[in-house]
Each structure stands twice: as C-alpha cells, then as structure tokens.
C-alpha cells in the first residue's frame, strides 16, 4: 500500500477489524518511511454490471455517480455518510443479482425506494429530477401520495 503522505511503497497493517457487517474490512496502516498513519477499507467488488439506459446504450456502472446523485438530493438533511454507503451497499447487492445489465429504471427505481425509507424530503428531491417533474401540480401529485 502506497502512503498517501510520501509516496513510499512500505507500510504495515497496526490493527484490522470487520466492519458494515462483515463485508468489509478496516485496516488501520502506518509508513515505515515517514511514520504516517492512515486508514484503509477492503470490500468484495460486486459492482461488475452494465446499465442499460432507455434509449438502448449502454455503460459501466459508477457508484461515484450514483453517490453524488444521491447526496445531491439529500443536501442539509441530517443522514450520515454510514448511512449512505449501507444503502447504496444493499441497492447494489439487488442489482447485480439481476445479472450483468441492469436496466436504468431499476436502478432509479431503487434509488427512490431506499431515499423514501431514509429521508422522505430527500426521495421529493431525487423524484422530481428522476422523473422530471414538469410543473407543481406532478410535484404535488407526489408529495400527496407519500403523505397518504
């Protein structure tokens, strides 16, 4: 492992630990060089699917992009980060049980589904950019049949 302080290719593990449920691990590292200390995360890749857009093309799936959607919608909301990477977590064991494509509207369709459980204000966000809500009567529409 590389140090992120010095760039020097000599470091040793201080301590382990499993975390998020056993599915990843926490190692706790520090540079033989220049005695930095840092933090480092071990998961299993599941994440090996294409997303299969509307229109027909096709790309790589990118957690990066559908976590920054995801924070987007809950900007100022009280919901921690553990919070979000145990959702996308989930989100992402479902999808690649589908098999290597995943339709786009899966995905979405997930995204809402765990944003309503987490934080209802945050789905109103995401849904109305998701589905592109056009006025304040589909807006309204939404906010109606999450209050019933």
Partial sequence: MI????????????????????????????????KHRFTTFERVEITTFIVVKKDGTRESYDRDK??????????????????VTKMIDS??????????????????????EALKKLDEVAYIR?????????????FKKEVTKLLK
């Fill in 126 to 138: 995401f849904a109305s950019v998701y589905r592109q809500f056009k006025d304040l009567e589909t």
């Fill in 3 to 34: 140090c992120p302080k010095c760039k020097k290719d000599s470091t040793h593990v201080l301590d382990s630990r499993e975390t998020e449920g056993h599915k990843a691990v926490r190692r706790r590292r520090e540079c033989e060089h220049c």
């Fill in 91 to 112: 989100l992402e064991e479902q999808w690649s049980n589908y098999g290597s494509e995943v339709p786009s509207k899966l995905v979405g369709e997930g995204i809402m």
């Fill in 66 to 83: 559908v976590e920054k959607g995801i924070w987007k919608s809950l900007e100022k909301r009280k919901v921690t980060k553990d919070q």
